[in-house]
């Protein structure tokens, strides 16, 4: 089993460039999420999609887009890369219809992302 | 908002027990506890839905005091692969919000 598999696993941008980070599970979850990791900070919440066609907001949204282009797959892109979105992101599912948070999530092994 | 988690950091000797805090300054629906390791992805490890639950997991186990808003992570008789980052994630009403982490290193 894959589970969640993240591509690049590595990828270094000059500041301006946009790139498209991708996210695919294969446990049949509803709900998916992208997540970004910084030293001392945790796991912040950029975006999430509780359902195929519905995307939402989380704490860090800005300067970030969404896709969830079917339930297997939901991707994240940076129009306009900034140093500032140095950092490892990681994507994670869970069966929750709701994204209640009452269903273990998932994590893939991370996108380690830097931008100059 | 996200939770407060108490230590930032701990270092046991194997064999020796310790207790990771989440505490948060809303009702929280439920209280999830991952691990991670250095350059990997973070690992379940257990979920807590009720007021004053316990759930183990091996020898860690959790308690939830909805009342508190608080979460205690319990690591008994530690041993060298409980080492690395403890995350708590808050629910209240839907979306995971995660603390800061607790770094554990356990030494023979």
């Known amino acids: 089993n894959a589970g969640v598999t993240q591509t690049p696993k590595f990828q270094v941008l000059k500041t301006g460039q946009s790139m498209t980070l991708q996210c695919a599970q294969d446990?049949?979850?509803?709900?998916m999420y992208w997540y970004r990791q910084d030293p001392g900070m945790g796991l912040r919440l950029i975006y999430y999609?509780?359902?195929?066609?519905?995307?939402d907001k989380g704490e860090v949204p800005n300067g970030y887009n969404v896709s969830r282009l079917n339930k297997r797959e939901f991707s994240l892109r940076l129009e306009s890369a900034a140093p500032s979105q140095t950092s490892v992101y990681f994507c994670?599912?869970?069966?929750?219809?709701?994204?209640?948070?009452?269903?273990?999530?998932?994590f893939g092994d991370g996108t380690r992302l830097s931008i100059l | 908002q996200q939770p407060v988690q108490s230590p930032q950091a701990v270092i046991l000797r194997e064999g020796e027990d310790a207790v990771i805090n989440c505490s948060s300054s809303?009702?929280?629906?439920?209280v999830h506890w991952y691990r991670q390791k250095h350059g990997e992805a973070p690992i379940f490890l257990m979920i807590l839905l009720k007021g004053g639950e316990q759930k183990g997991h091996d020898k860690i186990s959790a308690s939830f005091n909805e009342k508190k808003q608080q979460s205690s992570l319990y690591l008994t008789a530690s041993q060298l692969s409980y080492s690395g980052t403890y995350f708590c994630g808050t629910a209240n009403d839907y979306k995971l919000s995660f603390g800061a982490g607790t770094t554990v290193t356990v030494r023979a």
């Open positions: 809303k009702a929280l629906y439920s």
């Open positions: 446990m049949n979850h509803n709900s």
């Open positions: 999609s509780a359902s195929e066609g519905t995307t």
């Open positions: 994670a599912s869970d069966r929750d219809r709701n994204s209640r948070g009452n269903q273990p999530q998932h």
